[in-house]
C-alpha cells in the first residue's frame, strides 16, 4: 500500500522529552507541570505548562540536549520564580499600539532572559555548560540574521539581531551603517544597552526597554517582519477566583437598624430555660439539633457575655457525603450528583495514564471459526512447519524451566542435616530430595496485535508471524495469548473512547489441539491507542504466576486515535517502561512485506528501544528473535 506524503515528519523524542519533563518538575517542584514543544520559548503559569524551542532540532545531540536545557533552565529556574507577571502584562498594554510593538517586545524578552541567565547560572553553577552553549548557537544565528537583514534593508529585523550580538559579545564589537537615523542613534542604543547589565527586577528592564523603544519609535520607518522570541501578555488568562469572606457576608439590610439606650445594669431578669439533646448516655432521643434564628430586633449590648468559641465537637453526627476530583478549572456545579460520580469513576488517570484518562476496554471474544479460516490456517501452517521446529528449539534452548519444590521429612532419600529428632522421635523423618528440574517451562507470552489501519498492508504478513509463534509455544506447552486492539472512531467523543480488545486465543484454550484458526479473524479496523492497550494487557499478565514474562507487539510503531495523535508516542513509550518495571520484558516485532521506510524504524526505536525487530521476511524470523531472548534472559539471571 503507497503511502502519503508526509509534510510534518517530525518525530518526538519520547526518551528526552520525559528527560525534559522529569527535570521541570524538579526544578519547579510542581508535580503537575508539563512540557511542550514550541517555535518559541516562553512559561504559561495558569496551565502550568513549560515552552521550550524547535530552534535546537536537526543539531548535533550535544547541542540539542544543552538547547532544551537551557530553554528550561530559563523558565523553570527563572521565568517561574523571578519574573513579575503584572509588570509584563502592564508594559503589553502599553505598547499594544505602538509602531514597533513587535520590536519592544521581543526587546524585553531578550533582556529579561539575559537577566535571568545570571540568577540561573548563580542559583545552580551547573547550567554554565548548558548556557555557553545557547550563546554561541545563538551568536552564529543572529550574525548570519544581521548580514541577511542588511541585504534585505529589513533595518528594524537588523537592529534588533546587533541588540542580541551587542549584548553577547565576547569583545568589542563595532555597528554595521544602516541608514542615516540609526547611525545617528547608535550612540545612545549603545549606551542603553550597557543598563541592561545593571538591572535587577523585571521592572528595571521594562524601564531600560521603555526608554529604547520611545527613541526607536521615532526612528525607525516600519516594526519587525520577523520574531525571534515571544512574550505572552498573560491578559488571556482568566484567573480562578473563589468567593472572598467579604462576598460571603450578609448583604441584604436589617428590617430595624437600631439600637436600645438601655445600658446592662445588672439587674435585669434572666429566665433559665433546658435544651434537651442528645448524648451516648440518653436512652430517648428527645428534640436534638434545635436551630433558633434571630431575624429581626433591636441591637442590645446584653449579649456580649453569651460569646463562646465553636468547637470541633459541635454537631458531630453531622456527616456529609460526596466525592471529589481534580480539575482543569472546568466547573461541575451544573452536574447532578450522581452524574458527578459518573465522572469520577470513568477517568483512568491514576491506572492507565493521563492521555487516557476517558478510554473504556471493551473485550471481545473470538467467534468459532468457519470452514475456510480452518483450511486457510491449515495451509498457513503447513507453510511454517520448518520455522516452528527451529522455534520450537530455540525457546526449549533459552527460556527457563519450572523447578519441582525440595520434599523433605522422608524416610528415604538425602540424609537431613537435622538429626536430633533422631533421639527425640520414635519414627524420625531424617531424609529429604533436592530440587529437580521440570518439564515445563516457567515463561508465559503475551501477543498483542495493533489492528489499525495503517497495518493495512502488513496484516497478512503479521499473522503469519502470529502463526508461528502460536504453534512453536504450542508444541512446547507455554500458555499465552493472542489479542488484537484498536480504537472506534465513530464512537469517540470528548469523555468517552472506546477501545476493542479482541481475544483471538485466551491461555485456557491457547494449548489446545484444534487452537489457531481464531487468528485469521484479526483485520485492520480503525485507530490504535497503544499506550491503553500496553497497560490493559500489563495488568492481565501481572497476576500470572509464571517467573518470566514476554509481551510481543506487532505493531507499526504509530499511534494514532482520537485526542491522542501529539502524546500518542511519549504515552506508549511511558507505558512500555512502566510495563518493563514489573518485570515484563516488552518487544516490537514490525513485520514488514516489503522495504521499511527509515521514519518507520525511527519512531519504532523511539518507543521501544534497542528491543525492537524489523523483519521484511517471516522466514528470517527465528534467527532474529533467538538472540534477542537470549540477551534479555541473561539479563534476568
Same mark, same amino acid.
Given at each position: 500500500?503507497?503511502?502519503?506524503?508526509?509534510?510534518?515528519?517530525?518525530?518526538?523524542? $519520547?526518551?528526552?522529552?520525559?528527560?525534559?519533563?522529569?527535570?521541570?518538575?524538579?526544578?519547579?517542584?510542581?508535580?503537575?507541570?508539563?512540557?511542550?514543544?514550541?517555535?518559541?520559548?516562553?512559561?504559561?503559569?495558569?496551565?502550568?505548562?513549560?515552552?521550550?524551542?524547535?530552534?535546537?532540532?536537526?543539531?548535533?545531540?550535544?547541542?540539542?540536549?544543552?538547547?532544551?536545557?537551557?530553554?528550561?533552565?530559563?523558565?523553570?529556574?527563572?521565568?517561574?520564580?523571578?519574573?513579575?507577571?503584572?509588570?509584563?502584562?502592564?508594559?503589553?498594554?502599553?505598547?499594544?499600539?505602538?509602531?514597533?510593538?513587535?520590536?519592544?517586545?521581543?526587546?524585553?524578552?531578550?533582556?529579561?532572559?539575559?537577566?535571568?541567565?545570571?540568577?540561573?547560572?548563580?542559583?545552580?553553577?551547573?547550567?554554565?555548560?548548558?548556557?555557553?552553549?545557547?550563546?554561541k548557537m545563538y551568536r552564529q544565528h543572529f550574525y548570519a540574521q544581521l548580514n541577511a537583514n542588511l541585504v534585505k534593508s529589513l533595518f528594524t529585523d537588523a537592529l534588533f539581531n546587533l541588540h542580541y550580538l551587542l549584548l553577547h559579545a565576547e569583545s568589542p564589537m563595532q555597528?554595521?551603517?544602516?541608514?542615516?537615523?540609526?547611525?545617528?542613534?547608535?550612540?545612545?542604543?549603545?549606551?542603553?544597552?550597557?543598563?541592561?547589565?545593571?538591572?535587577?527586577?523585571?521592572?528595571?528592564?521594562?524601564?531600560?526597554?521603555?526608554?529604547?523603544?520611545?527613541?526607536?519609535?521615532?526612528?525607525?520607518?516600519?516594526?519587525?517582519?520577523?520574531?525571534?522570541?515571544?512574550?505572552?501578555?498573560?491578559?488571556?488568562?482568566?484567573?480562578?477566583?473563589?468567593?472572598?469572606?467579604?462576598?460571603?457576608?450578609?448583604?441584604?439590610?436589617?428590617?430595624?437598624?437600631?439600637?436600645?439606650?438601655?445600658?446592662?445594669?445588672?439587674?435585669?431578669?434572666?429566665?433559665?430555660?433546658?435544651?434537651?439533646?442528645?448524648?451516648?448516655?440518653?436512652?430517648?432521643?428527645?428534640?436534638?439539633?434545635?436551630?433558633?434564628?434571630?431575624?429581626?430586633?433591636?441591637?442590645?449590648?446584653?449579649?456580649?457575655?453569651?460569646?463562646?468559641?465553636?468547637?470541633?465537637?459541635?454537631?458531630?453526627?453531622?456527616?456529609?457525603?460526596? $466525592?471529589?476530583?481534580?480539575?482543569?478549572?472546568?466547573?461541575?456545579?451544573?452536574?447532578?450528583?450522581?452524574?458527578?460520580?459518573?465522572?469520577?469513576?470513568?477517568?483512568?488517570?491514576?491506572?492507565?495514564?493521563?492521555?487516557?484518562?476517558?478510554?473504556?476496554?471493551?473485550?471481545?471474544?473470538?467467534?468459532?471459526?468457519?470452514?475456510?479460516?480452518?483450511?486457510?490456517?491449515?495451509?498457513?501452517?503447513?507453510?511454517?512447519?520448518?520455522?516452528?521446529?527451529?522455534?520450537?528449539?530455540?525457546?526449549?534452548?533459552?527460556?527457563?524451566?519450572?523447578?519441582?519444590?525440595?520434599?523433605?521429612?522422608?524416610?528415604?532419600?538425602?540424609?537431613?542435616?537435622?538429626?536430633?529428632?533422631?533421639?527425640?522421635?520414635?519414627?524420625?523423618?531424617?531424609?529429604?530430595?533436592?530440587?529437580?528440574?521440570?518439564?515445563?517451562?516457567?515463561?508465559?507470552?503475551?501477543?498483542?496485535?495493533?489492528?489499525?489501519? $495503517?497495518?493495512?498492508?502488513?496484516?497478512?504478513?503479521?499473522?503469519?508471524?502470529?502463526?508461528?509463534?502460536?504453534?512453536?509455544?504450542?508444541?512446547?506447552?507455554?500458555?499465552?495469548?493472542?489479542?488484537?486492539?484498536?480504537?472506534?472512531?465513530?464512537?469517540?467523543?470528548?469523555?468517552?473512547?472506546?477501545?476493542?480488545?479482541?481475544?483471538?486465543?485466551?491461555?485456557?484454550?491457547?494449548?489446545?489441539?484444534?487452537?489457531?484458526?481464531?487468528?485469521?479473524?484479526?483485520?485492520?479496523?480503525?485507530?490504535?491507542?497503544?499506550?491503553?492497550?500496553?497497560?490493559?494487557?500489563?495488568?492481565?499478565?501481572?497476576?500470572?504466576?509464571?517467573?518470566?514474562?514476554?509481551?510481543?507487539?506487532?505493531?507499526?510503531?504509530?499511534?494514532?486515535?482520537? $485526542?491522542?495523535?501529539?502524546?500518542?508516542?511519549?504515552?506508549?513509550?511511558?507505558?512500555?517502561?512502566?510495563?518493563?518495571?514489573?518485570?515484563?520484558?516488552?518487544?516490537?516485532?514490525?513485520?514488514?512485506?516489503?522495504?521499511?521506510?527509515?521514519?518507520?524504524?525511527?519512531?519504532?526505536?523511539?518507543?521501544?528501544?534497542?528491543?525492537?525487530?524489523?523483519?521484511?521476511?517471516?522466514?528470517?524470523?527465528?534467527?532474529?528473535?533467538?538472540?534477542?531472548?537470549?540477551?534479555?534472559?541473561?539479563?534476568?539471571?
Amino acid at each position: 500500500m503507497k503511502r502519503f506524503i508526509q509534510f510534518n515528519d517530525e518525530t518526538i523524542d $519520547s526518551f528526552l522529552f520525559m528527560q525534559l519533563t522529569d527535570l521541570a518538575k524538579t526544578l519547579t517542584r510542581e508535580p503537575e507541570v508539563e512540557i511542550e514543544y514550541s517555535p518559541y520559548s516562553y512559561v504559561n503559569k495558569q496551565e502550568k505548562k513549560l515552552y521550550v524551542s524547535h530552534f535546537w532540532n536537526h543539531r548535533p545531540e550535544a547541542d540539542k540536549w544543552h538547547g532544551y536545557k537551557s530553554d528550561l533552565f530559563l523558565r523553570a529556574l527563572g521565568s517561574w520564580q523571578h519574573t513579575d507577571e503584572q509588570v509584563i502584562r502592564a508594559f503589553v498594554q502599553q505598547t499594544k499600539h505602538s509602531p514597533v510593538a513587535s520590536f519592544a517586545n521581543q526587546l524585553v524578552v531578550l533582556a529579561e532572559d539575559m537577566r535571568l541567565e545570571e540568577i540561573c547560572k548563580k542559583e545552580r553553577p551547573g547550567t554554565k555548560q548548558a548556557f555557553a552553549a545557547r550563546r554561541k548557537m545563538y551568536r552564529q544565528h543572529f550574525y548570519a540574521q544581521l548580514n541577511a537583514n542588511l541585504v534585505k534593508s529589513l533595518f528594524t529585523d537588523a537592529l534588533f539581531n546587533l541588540h542580541y550580538l551587542l549584548l553577547h559579545a565576547e569583545s568589542p564589537m563595532q555597528p554595521p551603517s544602516m541608514n542615516n537615523r540609526i547611525d545617528a542613534a547608535m550612540p545612545f542604543i549603545q549606551r542603553s544597552i550597557m543598563d541592561f547589565y545593571d538591572a535587577r527586577s523585571t521592572d528595571g528592564v521594562v524601564k531600560i526597554s521603555q526608554g529604547i523603544v520611545e527613541v526607536m519609535e521615532e526612528v525607525l520607518d516600519r516594526d519587525m517582519l520577523n520574531q525571534y522570541f515571544h512574550l505572552p501578555d498573560f491578559s488571556s488568562a482568566q484567573e480562578v477566583k473563589g468567593d472572598t469572606y467579604e462576598e460571603l457576608k450578609r448583604k441584604d439590610p436589617l428590617v430595624n437598624d437600631d439600637k436600645l439606650e438601655e445600658e446592662k445594669s445588672g439587674k435585669e431578669e434572666v429566665i433559665d430555660e433546658e435544651f434537651r439533646t442528645w448524648h451516648r448516655e440518653t436512652s430517648k432521643l428527645g428534640d436534638s439539633f434545635l436551630q433558633f434564628d434571630l431575624d429581626q430586633g433591636s441591637k442590645t449590648d446584653l449579649s456580649g457575655e453569651g460569646v463562646r468559641e465553636g468547637e470541633d465537637g459541635d454537631q458531630a453526627l453531622a456527616m456529609v457525603q460526596g $466525592s471529589a476530583r481534580k480539575t482543569s478549572r472546568k466547573d461541575f456545579s451544573h452536574l447532578s450528583a450522581d452524574q458527578m460520580q459518573k465522572e469520577a469513576k470513568s477517568s483512568g488517570q491514576a491506572v492507565f495514564g493521563k492521555e487516557n484518562r476517558f478510554a473504556v476496554p471493551v473485550f471481545k471474544k473470538a467467534n468459532p471459526p468457519h470452514l475456510e479460516e480452518i483450511r486457510k490456517y491449515k495451509a498457513e501452517k503447513s507453510q511454517i512447519a520448518s520455522l516452528q521446529k527451529k522455534l520450537k528449539n530455540m525457546i526449549e534452548k533459552t527460556l527457563e524451566h519450572k523447578k519441582i519444590q525440595p520434599r523433605s521429612d522422608l524416610h528415604r532419600g538425602r540424609l537431613n542435616k537435622k538429626l536430633l529428632r533422631f533421639f527425640t522421635e520414635d519414627q524420625p523423618r531424617l531424609f529429604y530430595k533436592k530440587q529437580e528440574p521440570s518439564t515445563e517451562i516457567d515463561a508465559t507470552f503475551t501477543l498483542l496485535v495493533d489492528c489499525s489501519a $495503517s497495518m493495512e498492508d502488513k496484516m497478512e504478513q503479521t499473522k503469519q508471524g502470529i502463526v508461528l509463534f502460536h504453534e512453536a509455544l504450542k508444541s512446547v506447552r507455554v500458555p499465552h495469548e493472542v489479542i488484537g486492539f484498536w480504537e472506534d472512531t465513530n464512537e469517540a467523543t470528548d469523555n468517552l473512547q472506546p477501545n476493542y480488545f479482541h481475544t483471538v486465543i485466551d491461555y485456557r484454550s491457547s494449548l489446545q489441539t484444534g487452537s489457531g484458526p481464531e487468528i485469521l479473524q484479526l483485520k485492520p479496523e480503525e485507530d490504535n491507542r497503544d499506550g491503553f492497550a500496553i497497560r490493559i494487557v500489563k495488568e492481565r499478565m501481572i497476576q500470572r504466576s509464571e517467573k518470566q514474562k514476554f509481551l510481543l507487539i506487532f505493531s507499526d510503531g504509530e499511534p494514532a486515535a482520537y $485526542s491522542y495523535d501529539r502524546n500518542g508516542i511519549i504515552d506508549t513509550h511511558e507505558a512500555v517502561l512502566e510495563a518493563r518495571k514489573l518485570g515484563i520484558e516488552v518487544i516490537n516485532l514490525f513485520l514488514a512485506d516489503g522495504e521499511i521506510a527509515e521514519s518507520e524504524k525511527a519512531t519504532v526505536q523511539n518507543i521501544y528501544g534497542k528491543y525492537s525487530i524489523f523483519v521484511t521476511d517471516v522466514n528470517d524470523l527465528p534467527q532474529v528473535i533467538f538472540p534477542l531472548l537470549k540477551k534479555l534472559l541473561y539479563k534476568s539471571f
